[in-house]
């Protein structure tokens, strides 16, 4: 049964760096058969795709968020990371990993989340 | 792609049918999948494809497709359905979500 979880700092000053991590159970993050994204949830809100990574480190990300973010992949670690710069209060989300197959578009399975309040 | 779910809340019973509708701004296919998410919790897949059923989910959830307009359908309600439900688009870059339906007891 795959898994994933996200760890990461649970508050973060306003115009600092939000970084997240993911770490995958149960599959390789190397499998070409999976993408690796990350999605939010704002408070009351809906939810909002940031981006998925490949394997190889290919990207594809929200047009919204890519002048500030940056993902990366370590198979070593079977782990996919988020960097999120010069965040606002607007980024206080509920942050998810999840996996999408290849060819495909749905987010399956899901990360239990990660709350990230930027806050002085 | 903007998606807009209605109703955003939706009141009902044990037993009952219920529907949801989720409609794209523009033509998707059929690249819609429709999740379930309870408090506190990470959504989850019940649809995928428009009609797709995951494995594993409950048979009473259905999803169709007429167009642009697209419904989730509940046929008998159980206890453990009253969550929220958001639609998403895969066709095109950037994914998007609807803003959710909240399914509350009656």
């Known amino acids: 049964q795959v898994q994933l979880q996200e760890s990461g700092s649970g508050l973060v000053k306003p115009s600092q760096t939000l970084s997240l991590t993911c770490t995958v159970y149960?599959?390789?993050?190397?499998?070409?058969?999976?993408?690796w994204s990350w999605v939010r949830q704002l408070p009351g809100e809906g939810l909002e795709w940031i981006g998925y990574?490949?394997?190889?480190?290919?990207?594809n990300t929200n047009p919204s968020l890519r002048s500030r973010l940056t993902m990366s992949v370590d198979p070593s670690k079977n782990q996919i990371s988020l960097q999120l710069r010069s965040v606002t209060a607007a980024d206080t989300a509920v942050y998810y990993c999840?996996?999408?197959?290849?060819?495909?578009?749905?987010?399956?399975?899901w990360g239990q989340g990660t709350l990230v309040t930027v806050s002085s | 792609i903007r998606m807009t779910q209605s109703p955003s809340t939706l009141s009902a019973s044990v037993g009952d049918r219920v529907t949801m509708t989720c409609r794209a701004s523009?033509?998707?296919?059929?690249?819609l999948a429709w999740y379930q998410q309870k408090p506190g919790k990470a959504p989850s897949l019940l649809i995928y494809?428009?009609?797709g059923l995951k494995s594993g989910a409950p048979s009473r959830f259905s999803g169709s497709r007429a167009g642009t307009e697209f419904t989730l359908t509940i046929s008998s309600l159980q206890p453990d359905d009253f969550a929220t439900y958001y639609c998403?688009?895969?066709?095109?870059?950037?994914?998007?979500f609807g803003q959710g339906t909240k399914l509350e007891i009656e």
């Open positions: 999840a996996r999408i197959a290849e060819n495909r578009g749905w987010f399956d399975p």
């Open positions: 149960g599959a390789s993050i190397s499998s070409s058969s999976y993408y």
């Open positions: 990574i490949f394997y190889t480190g290919g990207t």
């Open positions: 523009q033509s998707i296919s059929s690249d």
């Open positions: 494809g428009a009609s």
């Open positions: 998403q688009q895969y066709t095109t870059y950037p994914y998007t």
